[in-house]
Every structure is written in C-alpha cells, then in structure tokens.
C-alpha cells in the first residue's frame, strides 16, 4: 500500500514539474494554457489519490477526494474563463508556420 | 369528484413535471447530506439535527438552480442530477477519460521536455450535433483535459478550440468523444463535425 | 514515509517560486493570470502536505477547501472583469 | 445591474458547485469550535457562494435569490443577534457575553455556554454576509 502510495505521488509530482516548466518554456499564451488545464490538473489528482491512499481508509481520505472533484471540475473551468477573456480581447497566436508562406 | 380523476394532457404533464422535481430535490438531499457526514465526521444528535436543517435550508435555497431549461431556447425542464442519475454509464466513461487524459498528459509532457520543442499551434473551430446544455459543458471540460486541446469559446453549440499540434484534434474530427458524452446523458448521436482548421484570429469566424 | 512527504513539500514550494517567475515577467496580463492560477492549485497541494507533516489533516483540509474555492472564484472574476475591455492589456 | 456570463460552461459549472459551496460555509459556521473557522470565515464563504451566483447568472435571476435590500437587512440583524446575546446575560445577572447565564430553561453549564457560542456565531455569520454583499453590490451599482 505504501509503495503504491508512493508510486501515485511521485507521478504526480513528476507532472506538475512538466506543469512548471511548460508554463515557462512554451511560447505564447494560447500554449501555455495546455501546461495548466492539463498537467496541472493531472498531477493534483494523482497526488490527492496518493495521499488518500497514504492516509487509510478514514473520513479524513473522503474529504481529501472531494477536493479532487472540485480540483477536476474547477480547474478546467478556470482555464476556459481565462482563455476566452484573452480571445475575447484579441489576444493573437504564435505559430510556427503561417499558410501559404 | 368523478370529473377531477380524468386528468388532461397538459396535467399530465405537470404531474410528470412534479415527479421528476421530488426525484431532484430528493436526490439534492442526499447528496448534500452525505457531503454533510462526511465533513463534520461527528455523529451525535445535536450534529444530525444541526445538518438536517442547514441541509434542508441550501436544498430549498438552491433547488431550482440544478432544475433548469436543458437546451436554451427550448421549454423542455430537466435537473443536472436528474441527468446524472444514470451513473452506471457516467462510471463507464470516468475510466476512459482518465486514460485519455493520462495519454494527453504524456503527450504534453514529451512536447514540453523535448529540446526543440516541436509544437505547431493551431485554432480548430467545429459544430456540435449535442443539443443538451449539461452534455455541451461536459465535452468542453473534457476537450480541456484530453487529447493536446483547450476549449477556448463556446457559443451556441460552436466550439473555438486551441491545438498544440494540428494532429491531436483527431478525436474531434472523429466525433469520437462528442458520441461517448451523447451516450451518457441520452443525447442525440450525430455525424462527425465539420472541423475548420485556423491559424490567426482573423480566420475565425466571428 | 513523511521523509518522502517533507521533501516533497519543499520541492512542491520550489515549483511555486518557479512559476512566480511567469508572475513577474509574464508579457501579458493574462500570463501572470494564469501563473496565478498555477501557484493557487500549487499552494492547495502544499497545504494538505503541511497537514500531513503536522499530523493534523483534519484541520488543513479544510483550509485547503476554502482555498480552491476562493482561487476559482478569483479566476472566474478576473476573467469577466477583463473580458470586457476591447484594447489588449499590458 | 449586472449582467451574466455568457460562457455556458462557467454557467452551468457555477449551478452545480454552489449548493456543495453552501453547505461547507454552514459547516465551517457551526463546526467554529472544533478546527479553523467560525463565523466570520464561514460567512465570507458564504458571501462568496452568493458572489458567484451574480457573477455568473446575472442580476434577475440572483437577486431573487438574495434582493440587496434583504442582504442589508441580513447583516443588520447579525448584528442585532450578537448584541442581544452579549446582553441577555447581563440582565440575567453575569457579565456581557457571559453565556453561562444565559436564561435557558432546562440546560446548563459546558451545553448552555455551546448553545450561545452557536448563536453569537450565527449572528457573525449574517453579518459578514449582509456587508460583503452589500459592498458588492454597492460598487456594482456606481460602475454602471
């Protein structure tokens, strides 16, 4: 139970690494969105289910994943929020190639 | 009173109509009542009395925000727990999701550790066969977590959705996803989407 | 175990310094607005870790709860709030 | 007054999660003593739920739920509540806020001090609620 605890967190905390560095790396907003709606949610996830698993089989664990659903529900919803106010704002995308060049 | 017991269509209706709201609001109970135990983990009288009526306080509250018109122009009424009152087949499509989004994630995560980083973002733009409001948000939380895309607008069943590789959209092209969501909430099954591929803002459709 | 936890949680805080960095120099409003969101779910996960390394989760859950909510509520007023304007934002 | 989001997924999404969001202020409001909250906590969350009800159902169909005449009157009857609780105490013959005293037929002691923590805390309650959503409305109301 332990090491599968242990496997669960540690792969979440691999994706919010790959979160982090998205965020910093990729060129332009519209990209960066994919390093948070995504990876970020993923990695929150697995490490709840990870702790909950760490945690045993109390109320404790039960609330740890209703934090997940809201995690799961809201995130992405936020993203959205915020992907349609740049849109909506005339936020212009980055390519690598334009059509036609 | 004999005449009273021949009851009209429209009655009829309201009476289904009152039947499904008890099913909602007993269903909102519930469930609230369950999230209740779980968060004050203390199972005295003075804390069971204390949650019946707070619960039963937000249940009269907020009821009729969970039953609402399914489809925006339409009349039809319909609750969102109503809808998900078919949890066996939402239990069939969790799983599937999760490993979507594991796939999606590991895509994402090669993209962003490569050196070069080989992503060609694009914009796609499609027209959605699914009529149920509940269904339409459903596959636009699940566009954000799965295949390489975020749903950035939604309007009037017409989706604006941002791809970092022009490939990843190949569930949608598929309609493969739009069909498990019309599965679950009952809606209606339709062709694959006509997907327009866009790649500055002003190839968008207004 | 908790050795696990306890590294964990300082690696998880080392990711928040990092994605301040998107905070500070991000070029547009909407990028330090989505670093935002990134330290919130962050701060979230480094609450619950907390509570484990103080053994009282029952207490930091809850703080954590309220902290998702109030960070999706400032999303969700944030991006009404900027939908509006026409210009784009510095 | 204010208007909706027009985002459907930001609507729908707000519809469910604002019942759950209820339910863990009333929580956090009764539950006071035994963890982190209490009232004025419990009521900012509270606050927050009904902020995210204007915020993305607009202002018809939010105000019905909460009028901003209703939100006033709220916060003015928290307070009126805390203030009465700390006062009957001193009719009864203890000191202000002195729940002890509080003349309750047929309770005492550690149950009768538990009864008007829980009052004191609703009053709180309401009164953060009534001025948070009366500043919000406030503010919304000169912007347009």
């Known amino acids: 139970m332990t090491i599968l605890a242990a496997i669960f967190i540690l792969s979440g905390v691999f994706f919010m690494t790959v979160s982090c560095l998205g965020l910093i790396r990729l060129p332009d907003f519209y990209s960066r969105t994919h390093a948070v709606g995504k990876s970020e949610t993923l990695g929150a996830i697995l490490l709840l289910i990870g702790l909950a698993l760490h945690n045993g089989f109390v109320l404790g664990s039960l609330k740890l994943l209703i934090i997940l659903v809201f995690v799961a529900i809201a995130n992405p919803t936020a993203t959205h929020a915020i992907c349609r106010a740049a849109l909506r704002s005339g936020l212009q995308l980055w390519t690598r190639s334009k059509p036609g060049s | 009173m004999r005449e009273e017991r021949r009851t009209s269509e429209p009655q009829k209706a309201s009476q289904r109509y009152g039947y499904r709201r008890l099913i909602s609001v007993a269903f909102q109970f519930a469930l609230l009542f369950g999230i209740w135990?779980?968060?004050?983990?203390?199972?005295?009288?003075?804390?069971?009395?204390?949650?019946?009526?707070?619960?039963?306080?937000?249940?009269?509250?907020?009821?009729?925000?969970?039953?609402?018109?399914?489809?925006?122009?339409?009349?039809?009424?319909?609750?969102?727990?109503?809808?998900?009152?078919?949890?066996?087949?939402?239990?069939?499509?969790?799983?599937?999701?999760?490993?979507?989004?594991?796939?999606?994630?590991?895509?994402?995560?090669?993209?962003?550790?490569?050196?070069r980083m080989p992503i060609d973002p694009v914009f796609l733009q499609f027209r959605t066969g699914l009529r149920k409001r509940l269904s339409q948000v459903t596959l636009a939380n699940s566009i954000t977590l799965t295949p390489g895309t975020v749903s950035v607008n939604l309007e009037e069943g017409r989706y604006t959705v941002h791809a970092l590789v022009p490939r990843s959209g190949q569930d949608l092209v598929e309609g493969r996803m739009q069909n498990k969501v019309a599965e679950i909430f009952l809606d209606e099954q339709a062709e694959p989407p006509q997907v327009r591929f866009a790649h500055s803002l002003e190839e968008l459709e207004p | 175990m908790t050795s696990l936890i306890f590294g964990i949680a300082i690696f998880v805080a080392l990711l928040i310094i990092m994605s301040l960095y998107r905070m500070v120099a991000g070029p547009t409003l909407f990028d330090r607005l989505l670093g935002a969101g990134l330290v919130g779910t962050k701060g979230l996960i480094l609450l619950i870790l907390i509570g484990f390394i103080y053994e009282r989760i029952n207490m930091f859950i809850d703080l954590a709860i309220t902290y998702a909510l109030l960070n999706f509520v400032g999303a969700i007023v944030l991006g009404k709030y900027f939908e509006r304007r026409r210009e784009m934002p510095r | 007054m204010i208007t909706r989001y027009e985002?459907?997924?930001?609507?729908?999404?707000?519809?469910?999660?604002?019942?759950?969001?209820?339910?863990f202020a009333l929580y956090v409001i009764t539950h006071g003593h035994y963890g982190p909250g209490g009232g004025f906590q419990g009521g900012v969350i509270l606050a927050a739920s009904f902020l995210?009800?204007?915020?993305?159902?607009?202002?018809?169909?939010?105000?019905?739920?909460?009028?901003?005449?209703?939100?006033?009157?709220?916060?003015?009857?928290?307070?009126?509540?805390?203030?009465?609780?700390?006062?009957?105490?001193?009719?009864?013959?203890?000191?202000?806020?002195?729940?002890?005293?509080?003349?309750?037929?047929?309770?005492?002691?550690?149950?009768?001090?538990?009864?008007?923590?829980?009052?004191?805390?609703?009053?709180?309650?309401?009164?953060?609620?009534?001025?948070?959503?009366?500043?919000?409305?406030?503010?919304?109301?000169?912007?347009s």
């Open chain 2, 37 to 115: 135990l779980i968060f004050s983990g203390r199972f005295g009288l003075k804390y069971l009395v204390m949650g019946l009526i707070c619960v039963s306080l937000v249940t009269f509250l907020t009821n009729d925000l969970l039953y609402y018109r399914a489809r925006p122009g339409g009349k039809a009424e319909s609750g969102v727990l109503v809808e998900f009152m078919s949890w066996w087949r939402l239990l069939l499509y969790v799983p599937w999701l999760f490993l979507a989004i594991v796939k999606a994630n590991l895509q994402v995560a090669y993209l962003v550790l490569h050196p």
């Open chain 4, 52 to 143: 995210l009800l204007r915020l993305c159902l607009g202002g018809e169909l939010a105000h019905q739920k909460l009028p901003p005449r209703l939100a006033i009157a709220l916060g003015a009857f928290g307070v009126l509540l805390y203030g009465l609780t700390g006062l009957v105490p001193m009719m009864a013959g203890g000191q202000y806020l002195d729940y002890g005293h509080l003349p309750i037929p047929g309770v005492s002691g550690a149950e009768l001090r538990y009864v008007g923590i829980l009052i004191v805390e609703i009053g709180i309650a309401f009164g953060v609620l009534g001025i948070m959503v009366g500043i919000f409305d406030n503010l919304v109301e000169r912007q």
């Open chain 4, 7 to 23: 985002s459907p997924i930001v609507e729908v999404v707000c519809r469910v999660i604002v019942p759950f969001v209820q339910v």
